[in-house]
């Protein structure tokens, strides 16, 4: 079953590069964290999962209003970018 979801995740990431809905960078890191998740074994498992988990918070709208309210005025005013 792993196999046929980094197999269904391969061709997705396909589609949205080949769509213009990501950039060549995030294609390749789309697909090196795929193929580490499919191929690695319990650590690419872990991984995957950890992606997934981080790809669903940073995708929610409380995220995105803290990070437009706080962190990026924080990151402007400290770091000056």
């Excluded at 079953?1 to 061709?11: K, P, R």
């Excluded at 396909?14 to 950039?23: D, F, H, K, L």
């Excluded at 690695?40 to 991984?47: C, F, K, N, S, V």
Aim: charged share 10%; hydrophobic share 35%; aromatic share 18%.
């Amino acid at each position: 079953m792993g196999y046929g979801i980094g197999l269904y995740n391969a061709v997705s990431v396909q589609g949205q590069y080949q769509a213009g809905e990501i950039n060549g960078l995030q294609y390749g890191l789309e697909q090196g964290s795929n193929g580490f998740s499919t191929f690695g074994g319990i650590w690419g498992a872990a991984w995957g999962v950890g992606w997934e988990l981080g790809r669903t918070i940073t995708n929610t709208p409380g995220y995105q209003n803290w990070k437009q309210d706080t962190w990026l005025p924080f990151r402007a005013k400290t770091l000056g970018y």
